[in-house]
Nanobody, 121 residues
């Protein structure tokens, strides 16, 4: 099982990006998924999360600009982070963490390697 993030890049202030988090490999379903970001080598901070039951939350400081969603397939393999009105301070590496259920193994947590988001100053 591997978690891959994509969609990062360079963007002007006020612009938008949509990040994708896709689980690859042999698995049955994806449970809770969360996006984190790491800015300037600081600790990873939670950005948004979505639970297996469909509930979701966005860090309060990002509400109104960021949104999280996921595909509606049975395996729920892809989760999206929509980022609007991006600001310079949103620059950082965005990571995805996914709880993945594999028959015979149970549920395990996997992290992606991150995708860089750079908002130009």
């Amino acid at each position: 099982v591997e978690v891959l993030e994509s969609g990062g890049g360079l963007v002007q202030p006020g612009g938008s990006l949509t990040l994708s988090c896709t689980v690859h490999g042999r698995y049955n379903t994806v449970g809770d998924v969360a996006w984190y970001r790491q800015i300037s080598g600081k600790q990873r901070d939670l950005v948004a999360a979505t639970a297996d039951d469909g509930t979701s939350n966005i860090t309060s400081s990002l509400q109104g600009r960021f949104a999280i969603s996921r595909d509606n397939t049975e395996r729920k393999g892809t989760t999206f982070l929509q980022m609007n009105d991006l600001k310079f301070e949103d620059t950082g590496v965005y990571f995805c963490k996914a709880a993945v259920f594999v028959a015979g193994t149970g549920e395990s947590t996997f992290w992606g390697h991150g995708t860089q988001v750079t908002v130009l100053s």
